[in-house]
C-alpha cells in the first residue's frame, strides 16, 4: 500500500540497518539467512538469543572511528562464536558487508532526488561510529544530521532520540516523516512524537500501527509517497 502525504514534510529520517541498506530485512534476519546459505540451519530459539548477546557486546565498546567492515566482522565472530560455528564467521562478514555496501551505495540516487527538496537525517540504533558507517559508503553528506543513539545516550523508541535529531535540523515533530522497517521502534517511536512515518516492510503478516502508516516493500517507492 502506497499513498500521497496530504502535505509535504520539511525533512525526512531513517532509520539505516533493515532501512537504508535493505528493503525491509532487518540485520539479525539477514545474518540468519547467510548462515543457512552456509549450510547452518540454526533454530530461532538458539540464533534469536546468540545475535542479540553478540550485539550487545559491542555497544559503547568500539571507536567511533571503526570501520563498517570491521564492526560487522565483530558482529559476525561474536555470533558465530556463541553459536559455536568455527571458520565462518569471516567469510559471513564479507558476503553481509559485501551486500549492505552495494545496497547503500545505490541509494545515492534516490538521496540526491529527495535532498533537493527535503533535508535529511538518519536516527539509528547504533554503536557509537554511524558517521563513520555512513562516510565509508559514500552517503554521509547526504545528510544534515547523524543520530547515534550510543552517542547521545538513549534510543528508539525513546522520543528524546527522535527529538535529538529534530533540534539538530531545527524542524518541528509535525513537519517531519520517519521511515523505518521496525514497528515497534521506527513507526510506535515516531508516533509517540506525533511524526509522520512510513513502514518499510517485507510482507503483508502484520497490521500498521495507525490506521493510515504509509506502508512501502522498498525504498525507492519513497518518492511516490512525499511527492
Known amino acids: 500500500m502506497t499513498a500521497v502525504m496530504t502535505s509535504t514534510p520539511a525533512a525526512i529520517l531513517f532509520d539505516l540497518g533493515g532501512t537504508l541498506d535493505s528493503d525491509g530485512v532487518a540485520w539479525k534476519d539477514r545474518f540468519h539467512a547467510l548462515l543457512a546459505r552456509e549450510g547452518h540451519d540454526v533454530p530461532r530459539e538458539a540464533f534469536d538469543p546468540a545475535f542479540y548477546a553478540a550485539d ?7 571507536p567511533r572511528d571503526l570501520s563498517f567492515r570491521e564492526t560487522v566482522r565483530l558482529l559476525s565472530e561474536g555470533l558465530t562464536g556463541r553459536l559455536g560455528i568455527s571458520g565462518a564467521g569471516e567469510r559471513l562478514a ?5 551486500e549492505s555496501e552495494n545496497v ?22 547504533f554503536y557509537g561510529n554511524l558517521e ?24 528508539k523508541p525513546d522520543a528524546r ?8 535540523l531545527g524542524v518541528a515533530e509535525g513537519d517531519a516523516l520517519f521511515v523505518g522497517d521496525s514497528k515497534a521502534r521506527d513507526m510506535e ?3 509517540g512524537i506525533g511524526m509522520r512515518h512510513v513502514w518499510l516492510r517485507q ?18 517507492e519513497l518518492c511516490e509517497v512525499v511527492s
Open 56 to 62: 550487545d557486546a559491542l555497544v559503547g565498546r568500539i
Open 189 to 191: 517511536g515516531a508516533r
Open 104 to 125: 547503500l551505495r545505490s541509494r545515492a540516487g534516490l538521496l540526491r532526488k529527495i535532498r533537493a527538496t527535503h533535508r535529511l537525517g538518519v536516527v539509528s540504533n
Open 203 to 220: 510482507g503483508n503478516g502484520a497490521s500498521p500501527c495507525c490506521q493510515d502508516d504509509r506502508v512501502i516493500s522498498r525504498l525507492d
Open 161 to 168: 532520540i527522535f527529538r535529538a535529531a529534530l533540534g539538530a
Open 132 to 155: 563513520r558507517v555512513l562516510s565509508d559508503v559514500g552517503l554521509g553528506d547526504f545528510f544534515e544530521t547523524a543520530i547515534d543513539s550510543e552517542v547521545v545516550g538513549f534510543g
Open 94 to 98: 564479507d558476503r553481509f558487508a559485501s
